[in-house]
């Protein structure tokens, strides 16, 4: 019998109990994810298990390095199964890594494959999934029926037309696409190379003249009033750290000046710019009642020689041990302090800051909902068993478990909604311990009510965003 059975992770009774009977059917409610528009909008079929579960997915592509594995069977030229194949080597050697539960889980779960995932196991596999791939019911729109995404949230600049969520939006699907505002590119005043081609796309799209800051500032609102037209509710920023620096518009004014007749930003004019466009998006946020979502805690692109022939999001990002308290603080409370601070989750990349951002959020509720500032899920190199129960534990002995909004997949890959299962089991399974240590009553009115809540419930409210009635409460 494979591995992943009924009881996958559910290591005592009341976790099975509360997870097979409260949160199993819940729907998925993916606020964050890094899916193509295209690819929802144009209902994508996938030629093989190569094209759906390996192409772009830099966590499979690290494993495979560490294993001695060249390049050309992870971002090369080799031919699908070949790279595949390469995997499949690789699995064996990955035991205790997440990726060995995800990939079974998935393979489970989508396919109904129980094998072991090894070289030997290989073309059973491949010949499999590709025969589950060619029926009807694995296109793009039929996963998303199939497990019960109420709604995707993609993650999107703010030069992009959203031409895909305004057919996502016509087609009468039941799952819900909206876009999120990401300005990153806005901020590099450091790097013109990204920012001045951003910005001119910036003032093509909006109609704004962006020759001055001020006209800077009004096409971002002009994209950020369209992106709310066509139903974003959130924006997001990949940040090592928040920014702060006390500052004016007229001293932002000049390092913007200077940025786009070619002369670019020092580190501290590239604080000051970049806090103050940040503030000013948190403000629009606040406006319109969205969400700002701050990853904060990467450091990307270590290594140089594979940014200049990759590129970016190719694997080579890790953990940054960045100071985080005091400019996090600083930029929430520069918000707060003009009652301007908008519903904000923070998701923490280094795991050694988890005890400082839950106690963090505490510093900025304000009664007006529960959980306003919110402390994310594991993300990134923390969405595995062992960082998800330290971010719950932390959360739950500095906040409130209960107004939690619960997992996401930020992930490219529509095979990852296994990711809300496995976050699903392991924290039934920390409240299931806890009744079974005699910390918590069995009482599953109450319990219950909270793995539920946590699974979908809390994020629905949360952001507010309309869903199609079958997936309503």
Not at 79 to 85: A, G, I, V
Not at 99 to 110: F, G, I, Q, V
Not at 362 to 375: A, L, M, V, Y
Request: aromatic share 12%; glycine share 6%; net charge negative.
């Amino acid at each position: 019998m494979s591995f992943i059975n009924v009881d996958f992770l559910l290591q005592n009774r009341p976790a099975q109990r509360l997870y097979h009977e409260f949160s199993k059917h819940e729907p998925i409610f993916d606020y964050h994810c890094h899916l193509p528009p295209e690819d929802v909008a144009n209902n994508r079929r996938f030629k093989n298990l190569y094209e759906i579960w390996l192409d772009g997915d830099h966590y499979k592509w690290r494993a495979m390095r560490s294993n001695g594995i060249p390049e050309r069977f992870c971002t090369g030229d080799a031919e699908p199964y070949e790279k595949f194949l390469a995997f499949c080597k690789t699995v064996p050697h990955a035991v205790r890594n997440p990726l060995y539960h995800w990939c079974h889980l998935e393979l489970k779960r989508y396919f109904d494959i129980d094998l072991t995932i090894n070289p030997e196991n290989a073309k059973a596999i491949w010949e499999k999934a590709n025969a589950c791939l060619a029926e009807k019911n694995f296109s793009a729109h039929g996963i998303l029926k199939r497990f019960k995404v109420a709604l995707i949230g993609t993650t999107d600049d703010p030069t992009d037309t959203l031409e895909h969520h305004k057919t996502v939006a016509g087609l009468g699907i039941d799952t819900r696409m909206i876009p999120t505002f990401r300005p990153d590119k806005g901020l590099k005043v450091d790097d013109l190379s990204v920012f001045n081609p951003w910005t001119d796309k910036l003032a093509e799209v909006s109609g704004v003249d962006c020759s001055t800051f001020a006209g800077f500032l009004k096409a971002l609102e002009q994209r950020h009033d369209f992106f709310h037209e066509m139903g974003g509710r959130a924006s997001d920023h990949g940040l090592e750290r928040a920014y702060f620096a006390e500052t004016t518009e007229a001293k932002v004014s000049e390092i913007y000046d200077r940025a786009r007749a070619g002369k670019a930003a020092n580190e501290a004019e590239l604080e000051q710019f970049a806090f103050f466009v940040m503030r000013h998006v948190g403000r629009l946020n606040h406006a319109r009642g969205w969400t700002m979502q701050l990853h904060v805690g990467g450091l990307r692109n270590n290594s140089t020689r594979n940014f200049r022939t990759l590129g970016a999001d190719a694997g080579f990002d890790s953990i940054a041990d960045t100071p985080q308290a005091k400019p996090l603080s600083r930029f929430l409370d520069s918000l707060d302090i003009d009652e301007k601070l908008p519903k904000t989750i923070i998701y923490n990349l280094n795991a050694a800051d988890n005890y400082l951002m839950a106690s963090m959020i505490g510093n900025f509720q304000d009664g007006s909902i529960p959980g306003k500032i919110q402390f994310g899920s594991g993300w990134w190199f923390n969405d595995q068993k062992e960082a998800m129960e330290w971010q719950i534990n932390a959360l739950s002995n500095l906040g409130l478990l209960s107004r939690f909004v619960g997992m996401l997949t930020d992930s490219r890959s529509f095979l990852s909604y296994c990711r809300h299962e496995y976050f699903r089991r392991i924290l039934c399974n920390v409240i299931g311990q806890d009744v079974v240590n005699g910390e918590l009553p069995e009482d599953y009115a109450l319990l219950g009510d909270l793995v539920r809540r946590i699974s979908f419930g809390n994020a629905r409210d949360y952001f507010g965003v309309e869903i199609a009635s079958i997936y309503k409460k």
